[in-house]
């Protein structure tokens, strides 16, 4: 929220956030087509089945159910995701302008530079892709947790939803984490020291994902949270 507020306060922002936002206008019925039109055969391959006649119509028919909703949870929140990642690929140097004029307003002092234009697209999308390769077969173990009976429907929502904060967090802190030249393993160092604000922040996000228009505004926010989980604890008593 405080990049939200950040955002609409300063003109100079906006108007560099309307750039990313209207790429996520144009990827989100996209990629919401896209998850919604393979649930069917995803939920065919993992419950072939048809009802039976009986005693034991009912417990498949609920069991079919219960399939087609972990299905199209899953395929939904990899379809943001994914959408997330693209638009970020795609808007990288305006976000990454975006980025460095929070964290001038935030320090007042001179921001760190980061790579040009070209090599900023090639970085994000390479670290992006990266990140989702990670992510999606962590995202396919909670799915198979799910099914476990009795404590995978515990389980299962729980570690999906730890997995994504975590994604998330590393994907909005990426533009100042460039410009420090911060590689994922350093990334996820900093995210486990500081675990209950990057938590709040993934989740905030995981939230904000649901509407096409805060892509630029998550990205302020995790500017926000780097500079403030990286900045010596001298300088902010002064």
Known sequence: MQGVLMTLRSPALLRIALVPLCINLALYPVGGWVAWQG???????LFPWSTPDGVWAFPVMLLS??????????LGLTALLVISAVGSAVASPFLDVMSQRVEALLTRETVPMGPGALESV?????IQGALLLLYL????????????????TVLG???????TVLFLCLQMIDWPAERRRLGVRDRVRLILANKAACAGFGAACWFMMLFPFTLPFAAAGGTM?????????NDDAR
């Open 137 to 152: 077969p962590c995202l396919a173990v909670t799915m198979v947790i799910s099914f476990i009976p009795g404590i995978g």
């Open 157 to 163: 929502p729980l570690f999906q939803a730890s997995v």
């Open 39 to 45: 649930i069917g055969p995803v939920h065919h391959f």
């Open 225 to 233: 949270l780097l500079v403030g989980t990286t900045r010596p604890r």
């Open 65 to 74: 159910w219960l399939v087609w909703v972990v299905v199209a949870l899953v």
């Open 122 to 126: 090639w970085r994000t999308t390479r």
